[in-house]
């Protein structure tokens, strides 16, 4: 077992510096967008500041609440960009048949899947998200203990799975339907303007789907409440602010079961 992870951590290693290695070849993209991603979140935060300070709290969050919550989401955004955003493109590896060489490797197709592309612009999504978790900690008056800290650690690698689980599950429809990179943007879309408010400005039975049916509460809603003490539970059920690793891992093996279901229909390129 050791010598297999090993294999498998070293073949992730070189998918890691080829990926790497690929996008530098075009520095200037690179740049550009190390420069626009924190303005475009940063407007996203502004305008947090513009709504509270002009009209009022947002179901009695303040700023500095939402700033948290908005950082915490933001963080876990940035990490998904950048281990998971291959499957905006799944569409076009089943339609140039990508996938023939994965399965005639000694390596779950999965595992190739997970690891083929890493994206470092991601990188500036998680830096983002750590400035603004770190403005937000601050004006809420959050203590990062060594408790603390390992709380958002596994809240923040949850979340990443939810997300990186959500767009493999209904991207793998691309097995069936030969598309699915218009789902992945509207999934991300909708992702993040859903994180961006609480949870509680929504009407109840959009509570309950984005709790129970397509859990992106666990993303950042209900973590937040837990970390700051905030009386926020889902309508009719215990408190569940701190379930976000276990939804997490538990969408992680649906995903592998959905994406596996769907690479059974797979076709090869031109069948």
């Known amino acids: 077992m050791p010598d297999k992870l090993r294999y498998y951590a070293s073949v992730g290693w070189f998918y890691l510096k080829l990926s790497v290695q690929k996008q530098l070849e075009y520095p200037m993209y690179y740049i550009s967008c190390f420069v626009m991603i924190p303005l475009m979140y940063g407007t996203g935060i502004l305008l947090l500041r513009f709504i ?11 700023f500095a609440e939402l700033a948290f919550l908005y950082g915490l989401g933001q963080l876990s955004h940035g990490i998904t960009m950048v281990f ?21 490797r000694p390596l779950g197709v999965f595992y190739q899947f997970t690891v083929k592309y ?9 830096a983002v998200g750590v400035v603004i978790l770190i403005y937000g900690s601050r004006l809420a008056h959050f203590e990062w203990t060594a408790g603390h800290t390992l709380r958002i650690g596994l809240v923040v690698a949850g979340a990443a799975l939810i997300r990186s689980s959500i767009f493999t599950i209904f991207c793998s429809v691309a097995f069936w339907t030969k598309r699915s990179q218009s789902m ?18 929504y009407p109840f039975a959009l509570q309950a789907v984005l709790t129970a049916a397509l859990p992106i509460a666990f993303i950042s809603f209900y973590p937040a409440c837990a970390m700051l003490d905030k009386a926020c539970r889902a309508p009719g ?3 569940i602010s701190l379930w976000t690793p276990i939804v997490g891992a538990a969408l992680f093996i649906l995903a592998r079961l959905v994406f596996s279901r769907g690479l059974r229909n797979y076709e090869s390129a031109g069948a």
């Open 237 to 239: 059920l215990p408190d």
């Open 118 to 126: 890493i994206n470092i612009i991601g990188l500036m999504d998680v």
């Open 52 to 62: 509270v300070s002009n009209f009022q709290s947002l179901s009695g969050w303040t």
């Open 184 to 201: 992945f943007m509207l999934l991300n879309d909708f992702m993040e303007r859903s994180t961006l408010y609480p949870l509680s400005i």
């Open 84 to 104: 998971s955003v291959q499957n905006l493109w799944l569409e076009t590896y089943v339609l140039r048949g990508e996938f023939d060489r994965m399965l005639l």
